[in-house]
């Protein structure tokens, strides 16, 4: 649709084109004189009323869109660049969320077996509860399509590689997605990136072309018709995202098999201490000295065939946090009059701590310091347009 103009010489954004009045029901924020400033505590989300609006998210607040497919939602700024960003919603589809301390989705490591295929827990009989923060999750059993797709017919004259659509599962499983290379005008390689969960069939595959190619044509790819890992868990999401927490929960399944997950949370740094009798020297007299934060990625391999990267360790992109401070008067870093210049962002897991003297200090003695981890108020700014 055409996004009106919002703007021009004196002609400002004014108050009374706020987010304000009666909302539909279900909205949590109705000023009677409007406004446009959206704080969310950590865990808190905010559903848009219906319209358009331009969102200049905080820089710990994700912008999240319904997955119509999976029926859970989904993040827009992954790594929250802080670049605003226009939505059309129609009072269900759009919403402000701030995720920070929680988890948001789980890497399974081991996906079990003798499971009921099916999505939820009424279909699967599979159960999965964490250990802290009260979030609600769906197991997904079955139903990964296939790691090998053939090339049924490689089609001609294709000058740029064919975008492929794999058809969808039923309501809860996660889409499957491929790529392909071609070679001579041809399709001469398909490569799943993401199997897929909960599909009951071999979906098939819609061969498109690129926009920039009007030659190409006649590519058939078939999935193969036996769907992958029956009987395991393929994939795992919160539809409740819970509390926020301070350290990693842990998941239990019944019955529990083998399975395993680990969850991948959405912390920013909170504050550091510097490890016990480890607080460096020579970094200087009352000089500043910059923490960054570096790795914060879930670990573990993922197990074969369930649905990855985008229903585990791709639904964040980690930013650098960066802490300023200042030496004590023995040349040691210290945690009092520190300032978090940015909490950070979409860390999975405690990320590591790198100290970077400043001023003359050139640290004789390299420190060792801690993160700790959790959740984070933000402010959001939603302007109606």
């Keep these: 649709m055409a996004i009106p103009r919002i703007g021009g010489v004196g002609i400002p954004l004014n108050l009374t084109g706020a987010i304000g009045g009666p909302l539909p029901q279900g909205t949590s924020f109705a000023p009677t004189k409007g406004s446009n400033a959206i704080t969310l505590s950590a865990s808190e989300v905010f559903a848009l009323p219906a319209g358009t609006y331009l969102i200049a998210a905080g820089p710990y607040t994700s912008i999240q869109f319904l997955d119509p497919v999976e029926n859970n939602w989904r993040t827009i700024n992954a790594a929250n660049s802080l670049m605003p960003i226009t939505v059309d919603s129609d009072g269900g589809n759009y919403r402000l969320a701030n995720l920070t301390g929680t988890p948001i989705g789980a890497l399974i490591t081991n996906s079990g077996s003798a499971y009921t295929n099916g999505i939820g827990t009424t279909a699967t009989g599979l159960t999965v509860t964490i250990s802290a923060g009260s979030s609600k999750w769906v197991p997904v059993v079955g139903g990964a399509i296939n790691s090998t797709i053939t090339i049924t017919a490689g089609g001609t004259g294709y000058l740029f590689p064919p975008i492929l659509v794999i058809d969808t599962p039923p309501a809860g499983g996660v889409q499957a997605t491929a790529v392909c290379t071609i070679s001579g005008g041809a399709i001469n390689t398909v490569t799943v990136t993401n199997q897929g969960a909960g599909y009951t069939n ?47 929960p842990t998941f239990t399944f019944a019955p529990a098999s083998s399975t395993a997950a680990t969850a991948v949370m959405n912390f920013v740094v909170t504050t550091f201490v510097p490890s016990s009798g480890l607080s460096g020297a020579g970094y200087g007299n009352a000089q500043p000295f910059l923490l960054l934060s570096q790795g914060g990625i879930v670990g573990g391999t993922r197990a074969s065939n369930v649905a990855g990267p985008i229903a585990d360790t791709a639904l964040t992109l980690p930013r650098m946090a960066q802490i300023q ?34 001023g003359s200090g050139l640290a004789t003695t390299q420190a060792q310091v801690n993160f700790s981890v959790g959740g984070i108020t933000d402010t959001s700014y939603v302007q109606p347009i």
Excluded at 327 to 343: F, H, L, N, R, W
């Design 202 to 248: 071999a979906p098939n595959i819609a061969v498109l072309n690129d926009q920039r190619d009007g030659a190409g044509s006649g590519g058939v790819l078939t999935v193969n018709a036996t769907l992958a890992n029956s009987g395991g868990l393929t994939a795992l999401y919160p539809t409740d995202n819970g509390t926020a927490l301070t350290a990693v």
């Design 325 to 358: 401070g200042s030496t004590t008067a023995g040349g040691k870093i210290q945690a009092p009059g520190s300032v978090i210049v940015d909490a950070g962002f979409g860390f999975q897991a405690v990320p590591n701590a790198i100290p970077i003297a400043g």
